[in-house]
């Protein structure tokens, strides 16, 4: 999974089940890219994750999945997800951790925490009018850079 996820350059989290295996393990590692450049890098290994807390009201916030399509055609959607969360789970060493979360490291663990209990963000989706691709939306939506 760290293999996969150090390859796959845009991906920020993946779960046991798009490897094939049935446990409740997320790898999460957000990473700076061309298209987010001042990202604060986040790594951690989720095992049996579950959100016990949520703060505020969902928002439609862009997203897409490593497992939905590849490079420029891969799904991309705007999905309902909370800003700031409380997430309890085991690090890799079987220690029970606590903390919450804000921004992006939410989002990616609303997703990610998803993935373990079956549900992938297409089936959160509200206006199916934006299931796009990556490609549409860099066209449509990011600024132009060069
Ligand atoms: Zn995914």
Redesign the pocket.
Known sequence: MYYTLEKKRYGV?L?AP?VGKSLAISVIDIKATPTRPHLKPFGATIINPAIVETFGKRTGLWEG???CGVGNDTLYAKVLRYKKIRVRWQDERAHQREAVFEGIIAHVLQ?EID?LNGVL?VDRVRDNKTMITIGEYKKHYLPKTR
Do not use: L, N, P, T
Request: proline residues 0%; charged residues 0%.
């Open positions: 989290g779960a798009q999945c490593i497992s997703h993935h963000f």
